[in-house]
């Protein structure tokens, strides 16, 4: 490891691709902030950068972090508390890798699941599973060709890992399935049969998205469809909320409706369920006629009515969102400018007005594409920030810690 100028630390670590993570809220009771830092880490040949991070319950954080020239190269990066490097692990594949989602245990264990397409990105789909120990350690694998479908929602691997007794995962044919950590399979129920009850009339399933654990460590999973019954706008669609806890229980918590509607959840959009059952929702489809006019963010409430939409600057990509434990929201993006790209963060009151805007590494070309709150009630942000290396201008994987006021 080397320190680089402005107080940057370069750790060799690798590089990735794709990833997909479930979030899971933070306790609204956090404890007192620890430390806030910057970090870059990579290779000093590859462009490289960070997407999904979660922390890990015992101490730390895990990303993933991808190479952006290349789609079957992925690393998985866990650093301890002040952003120093513990382990890296390296995979690689003969096949288009889409994704990788990352769950953690409360005993520092991890799961892994890689989502692969094999024959290029039209052909089957192959996931991989693996758990690891804490120290980065293969403990087993197995793999399943008829996980996740290729309908995802805002590149979101529909995969719930609770926080002590194993996951659950969208099959492509629409189960709904709960296994143990030594990977038994303990209950499959159909989707389907799920939406039976709550859905609108003539719902047809488009793809599946997983917004975490809720309040209740039940799994909450975002069904996206269209009725045929029914008439909805370009990019708009219906969405039923699913709630799965370990033991079976399923049901549907909540419906958004898009008849009638000039806005609402897209393909695009990424979904948090807060620990307080709120839902937040990142491209957040506003619509005039049947042109996209502009993307936003939207906090629902647990029967799925909007409480606030913000809507984005004209030159800002919001990507990620996280509710701040101490009060108010920090959305996550990027900027652009003449100069090019620039990370932003946007901190908004529990009302959803706008505090501040604010870019991070103005010289740099830079973006972020992950935030979470942490327990100590700080937030930890991935992108990337291009950091000149000799002749050579290099995308290097980039986690940020922070406080509630942005500030590191």
Not at 9 to 30: F, I, M, N, Q, Y
Not at 308 to 323: E, G, L, R
Not at 354 to 360: A, E, K, S
Request: charged fraction near 20%; include cysteine.
């Amino acid at each position: 490891m080397r320190l680089l100028a402005d107080g940057w630390t370069r750790v060799r670590v690798a590089v990735l691709s794709v990833s997909l993570v479930c979030l899971v809220g933070c306790p609204e009771s956090p404890g007192p902030l620890k430390t806030t830092w910057s970090r870059l880490y990579g290779t000093e040949q590859d462009t490289q950068e960070a997407f999904e991070v979660v922390e890990v319950p015992t101490g730390g954080f895990l990303a993933e972090v991808r190479v952006t020239e290349s789609y079957n190269g992925r690393w998985l990066l866990r650093v301890d508390g002040s952003g120093n490097e513990v382990w890296s692990r390296q995979y690689l594949s003969g096949s288009f890798m889409a994704g990788i989602k990352i769950g953690v245990f409360s005993d520092g264990q991890s799961l892994v699941a890689m989502y692969q397409l094999r024959g290029g990105s039209t052909g089957d789909t192959l996931v991989t599973f693996e758990l690891l120990d804490a120290d980065g350690q293969l403990l087993w694998e197995e793999e399943d060709a008829e996980a996740f479908s290729l309908s995802l929602i805002g590149d979101s691997v529909p995969i719930c890992t609770s926080s002590d007794d194993g996951c659950m995962y969208v099959t492509a044919a629409g189960s709904l399935v709960k296994r143990n950590r030594n990977w038994d399979a303990i209950w499959t129920q159909s989707i389907d049969s799920i939406l039976q009850t709550s859905a609108p009339e003539g719902f047809e399933r488009r793809g599946v998205a997983c917004l975490g654990l809720g309040w209740d460590d039940a799994c909450y999973f975002a069904v996206l469809g269209r009725s045929s019954q029914k008439t909805c706008k370009t990019a708009l669609y219906d969405v039923v909320i699913i709630r799965a806890d370990s033991f079976g229980n399923t049901g549907t918590e909540a419906v958004y409706a898009c008849e009638g509607k000039t806005r609402g959840p897209s393909m695009s959009s990424q979904f948090k369920i807060t620990r307080t059952g709120e839902y937040m929702v990142t491209a957040f489809a506003d619509l005039y006629g049947s042109g996209l006019v502009g993307e936003s963010v939207a906090l629902l409430n647990s029967a799925m009515n909007v409480k606030w939409v913000f809507h984005c600057p004209d030159d800002t990509q919001i990507v990620s969102a996280a509710k701040i434990p101490g009060g108010g929201f920090m959305l996550a993006g990027k900027r652009e400018t003449m100069s090019g790209d620039k990370a932003v963060l946007i901190r908004l009151d529990a009302n959803g007005q706008q505090q501040w805007i604010r870019d991070y590494c103005i010289d740099t070309e830079s973006a972020f594409n992950d935030i979470e709150a942490t327990t100590d009630g700080g937030l930890i942000v991935a992108g990337h920030n291009d950091k000149e290396q000799g002749e050579w201008d290099i995308w290097s994987a980039w986690l940020l810690k922070v406080n509630a006021e942005g500030e590191y």
